[in-house]
């Protein structure tokens, strides 16, 4: 049958649909009766999938034998068209239609009722619940089955401390929650134009940029040239360990790098980034650059431009959110993601959106569990500033599987405020947690005692010029400010200059004040506390060299 007779044939069953609207019921019931509504198109199998469904398909079979029969001068035609495949499809589609007017003719409910009940049932019987059979169920026994089985799924598969938000580590959402949506996309609107008017003859929208989750990469970007990739070395104590590849492409871009290096040529090295967007030591050197020149902005973009090339060479197995993967530095390629993480870690700090840096820094320790960068000495401090003291404590507990950060100086003293904040802000559970967690008090107490030079270098460097802290000084506990370790003393040098802002807030000024007054009169009654903590501090830090 062609095309045109079957769109002829349509057209003449809207017409006749049109005169017959307004026929009575029993009209239907004589049409139904008829022997062409034994000749209906045989039952569609997704009816079988609940038997209440079969009551109400004998219900409908009088409307659909109704359609079937139009009238004398076409059942030549509809003959026809039972021997074809569309035809279930077409006298459905029509018996809806009529459906649709009878509703709106008659205002009938009834026809609604007995669409929706099967439709429950449906939903009942396929329902996900392990319990659900062809029976009916009540919604009410399987919703709290189904709600168990999840909460114990979700018990089970606990996140690591270092697995990744996605969403934190765009700082624009910070920002927008810091600042308001408002500001945030006036200022992208200035950058904008300022970016356009500086790529302005270029062609514009000639690709699309691959999404990303560690940068969000620009419209005038270059294309991704593939230079890079990544390839899965091995898996060794439930860690999946990766390794950066270089094309020949991009080696001989390095080899045009290391000869620009040779000579300090610095024209040289941004030339390659002409033909070479995305060499990465050229990148970091032109950010180390425009960083010593004060064009911050421009610096940052050179390490973002480095990130998304590093990420879109990640191997479609490589899944850092979760912190099961690892990049070992001493394989020469995987350098640059340890430097260019930490050099974005450093930037997100100083726009003042810590709790991206935060998951920065969480992810270069799940990086490399060696820590090559120092990430651990700085992960305190951006906890602190991005006020996420429950995961602080939750950290210091279990990376590692041991207890032994708050040795320590920068832990020594992060643990302390992280307390004090956690007590003021669960007064209630105060209670339960003085019998399992010591106080805030007491943790400052055993920092001072463990690491009592770094109470000098605080009170010079924030700047605590109140009269009590010159009497504190005069202590001989407090007057020292070497620890006979280099190492220790490197490690306060970096608490010291990296957190020193945190002590400029006067509770936790009168924390320390109280704390050190305590300590003094402890030491006061009893000397040996003093020799018993120094052991400590000797054990722990038992190298002279700097390490």
């Not at 360990?241 to 610095?266: C, G, N, P």
């Not at 700085?378 to 507990?397: G, H, I, K, N, T």
């Amino acid at each position: 049958m062609s095309g045109r007779l079957l769109k002829k044939f349509l057209k003449e069953q809207e017409l006749q649909q049109q005169q017959h609207h307004v026929e009575d019921e029993e009209e239907e019931e004589e049409a139904a009766e008829s022997p062409d509504s034994e000749n209906r198109p045989a039952v569609n199998p997704f009816d079988l999938l609940n038997d209440d469904d079969v009551d109400q398909l004998q219900e409908d079979e009088p409307e659909i034998a109704d359609e079937m029969v139009v009238g004398k001068d076409h059942t030549q035609e509809l003959s026809v068209m039972k021997s074809m495949t569309g035809a279930i499809s077409t006298s459905n589609q029509k018996s809806k239609k009529k459906k649709k007017k009878k509703k709106c003719k008659a205002g009938l409910t009834s026809i609604t009722n007995k669409v929706e009940e099967p439709l429950d049932d449906t939903l009942d019987f396929l329902s996900l619940d392990a319990n659900s059979s062809r029976h009916k169920l009540g919604p009410t026994k399987t919703k709290p089955e189904t709600s168990k089985l999840c909460a114990g799924f979700v018990k089970q598969c606990a996140p690591p401390t270092l697995q990744l938000d996605p969403k934190c580590l765009n700082p624009e959402n910070e920002l927008r929650r810091i600042f308001g949506s408002k500001v945030v996309k006036s200022f992208e609107k200035s950058n904008q134009d300022s970016i356009s008017r500086r790529v302005r003859g270029g062609r514009r929208g000639a690709h699309h940029t691959r999404k990303t989750i560690l940068v969000s990469p620009l419209e005038h970007w270059p294309r991704w040239d593939g230079s890079l990739s990544m390839e899965f070395l091995e898996t060794k104590d439930r860690y999946h360990h990766f390794r950066y590849v270089h094309s020949s492409y991009y080696d001989q871009a390095q080899r045009a790098f290391e000869a620009a290096k040779a000579i300090q040529d610095l024209n040289g090295i941004a030339s390659i980034l002409l033909y070479h967007p995305y060499h990465l030591d050229s990148l970091i050197t032109m950010a180390d650059y425009f960083k010593f020149l004060g064009e911050h902005q421009m610096s940052a973009d050179a390490i973002a431009k480095s990130l998304y090339a590093l990420e879109c060479a990640w191997h479609p197995t490589f899944t850092p959110l979760q912190a099961n993967c690892q990049l070992k530095i001493n394989h020469e390629t995987n350098k640059p993601m340890f430097t260019t993480l930490f050099t974005h870690m450093k930037n997100l700090d100083r726009r003042g959106c810590h709790r991206s840096a935060l998951e920065v820094c969480k992810l270069l320790l799940s990086l490399d569990l060696d820590d090559p960068m120092g990430a651990m000495f700085c992960v305190d401090y951006f906890a602190l500033r991005a006020e996420v003291y429950a995961w602080l404590e939750w950290f210091s507990e279990d990376y590692k599987s041991d207890n032994s950060l708050w040795l320590f100086p920068n832990f020594s003293y992060s643990l302390a405020i992280c307390r004090f904040y956690l007590e003021r802000e669960e007064p209630s559970k105060d209670d339960d947690t003085s019998a399992t967690k010591s106080s805030s008090a007491d943790l400052m107490k055993q920092a001072l005692m463990l690491h009592p030079s770094v109470l000098k270098k605080l009170v010079a460097k924030v700047p605590l010029k109140d009269q009590a802290w010159t009497n504190i000084l005069k202590h001989a506990f407090f007057q020292s400010e070497k620890t006979g370790s280099a190492s220790l003393d490197h490690l306060i040098n970096i608490y010291v200059e990296r957190s020193y802002i945190i002590w400029r807030l006067p509770d936790l000024q009168k924390l320390l004040r109280n704390s050190a007054l305590q300590v003094i009169e402890t030491l006061e009654h009893s000397s040996s506390d003093a020799k018993d903590w120094a052991c400590v501090r000797k054990e722990a830090f038992s190298s002279e060299n700097n390490e």
